[in-house]
């Protein structure tokens, strides 16, 4: 099984008084004016020691705090000989469910939609539609089970990974009874987001992608973000490697193998029109917008943000993304809080990415990786190393205001 797949449900320095520049091999030449010099330095030891314990191929990092620069930096290679810079681009993956869950509660804002509308409203012919709302879709409680974990799917990924998904092979699973009551339970489901965005079509009356560009890209000046289906990815490109099909293609586990990823089509991974990629600026951009609310009235922010469904939740059985909500991870409306960190991290192909933010102290934490052979495990899995490089630098920036540890 793919459970890389499955589990996207996380040297010598040289530094100048008031910027930095490139830090030997591991880092970029970029240069940019730091506001904390001592927490950047922290910052740029924890991810050299962290490029080997990890093996990680790339790192990029961009922290900022009350609209100043800690640190915006590239480590490593995007390829051999090539090294990663901060213009690179990267699929965002579960960064753009935030766009989506944004797009609703604008409607909700504009009078267009309310959370309570019953998915037949917008969409009487996808099965259950008269039991969920849209709010249970933002929220994952709508039952829906989750296309990422049907084995056919998975085979039918491993098998080529190049192939297009249609929407229709993504809705297959919505076809299938619910998985508890509407309301009752969360679980984390790519369906609900594919059914939202296809609802959300039909509220704005244009292509999912215009909608998101006129009322969430723009507006954030997100100039770096693209939609693209298919698997393009603008220049400069970081590039992935992932050695996550080992099992399926029947490579021993003695064995070195990685390929190149950076081309996998994203098309299974969202609602069509909401596949984006973009670069650490936007980013961390979209991670103070969506963490201060930027584009919503007040009641909506504070439902998108919501803590609510902390205690919530339980495991069951048939149901494996199924899973009580916590203080270190619960869902509010397209974003996930731990603690008082709010945060989305992507893991696709290769790729990881984390964008967060902390209200309380107004700190964004931004960061994307790529792996080495050495990032995998012998079945071909691997952790979002995004999060754990994320985790460490909150604990840099905001020592006492760390995101709690997810059990």
Not at 17 to 40: F, I, L, N, R
Not at 233 to 254: D, N, Q, T, V, Y
Not at 376 to 403: C, H, K, S, W, Y
Request: glycine share 8%; hydrophobic share 40%.
């Amino acid at each position: 099984m793919l459970r890389v797949l499955v589990a996207a449900v996380v040297g010598a320095s040289l530094l100048l008084t008031g910027c930095s520049a490139g830090h030997g091999s591991s880092g970029s030449t970029d240069t940019y004016a730091s506001v904390d010099s001592t927490k950047e330095a922290a910052i740029i030891a924890a991810i050299e020691k962290s490029i080997p314990k990890l093996g990680l191929k790339s790192v990029i990092v961009n922290v900022r705090q009350n609209d100043g620069t800690i640190i915006r930096k590239a480590f490593g290679e995007s390829q051999t000989g090539v090294p990663a810079t901060t213009d690179m681009h990267f699929r965002n993956g579960a960064v753009a469910i935030s766009y989506l869950a944004n797009l609703l509660l604008q409607f909700v804002d504009e009078g267009h939609a309310q959370l309570s509308d019953r998915v037949s409203r917008w969409l009487p012919e996808v099965p259950h539609a008269e039991k969920v709302t849209l709010q249970q879709l933002a929220q994952m409680t709508s039952g829906y089970q989750d296309y990422v974990q049907d084995p056919t799917f998975i085979e039918a990924f491993l098998s080529d990974p190049f192939r297009f998904t249609t929407t229709e092979e993504q809705l297959a699973a919505a076809a299938k009874p619910l998985s508890y009551p509407p309301g009752t339970n969360w679980s984390y489901s790519h369906t609900n987001y594919v059914i939202l965005g296809l609802a959300l079509e039909k509220i704005g009356g244009k292509p999912l992608n215009e909608l998101l560009q006129e009322k969430v890209l723009d507006p954030l000046n997100l100039n770096g973000t693209t939609a693209d289906d298919n698997a393009p990815i603008p220049e400069p490109a970081l590039h992935a490697f992932s050695s996550e099909r080992r099992e399926s293609l029947k490579i021993p586990a003695g064995v070195d193998f990685l390929e190149e990823s950076t081309y996998w089509n994203p098309s299974w991974t969202l609602a069509h029109g909401s596949i984006q990629t973009t670069n650490i600026d936007d980013l961390a951009t979209t991670a103070e917008a969506i963490g201060t609310g930027k584009l919503l009235s007040d009641e909506s922010f504070k439902l998108m943000t919501s803590t609510s469904l902390r205690g919530f939740g339980k495991a069951q059985k048939g149901c494996p993304t199924c899973a009580p909500q916590t203080e270190a991870y619960s869902y509010g409306l397209g974003v996930v809080t731990s603690g008082n960190w709010l945060f989305q991290n992507p893991m696709f192909g290769g790729y990881a990415a984390v964008m967060s933010y902390l209200p309380d102290e107004k700190i964004s934490v931004s960061v994307a990786t790529t792996l080495t052979s050495n990032g995998f495990d012998a079945d071909g899995v691997a952790p979002n190393t995004a999060t754990e490089l994320f985790r460490e630098i909150a604990a840099i920036v905001a020592p006492n205001n760390q995101p709690p540890s997810r059990k």
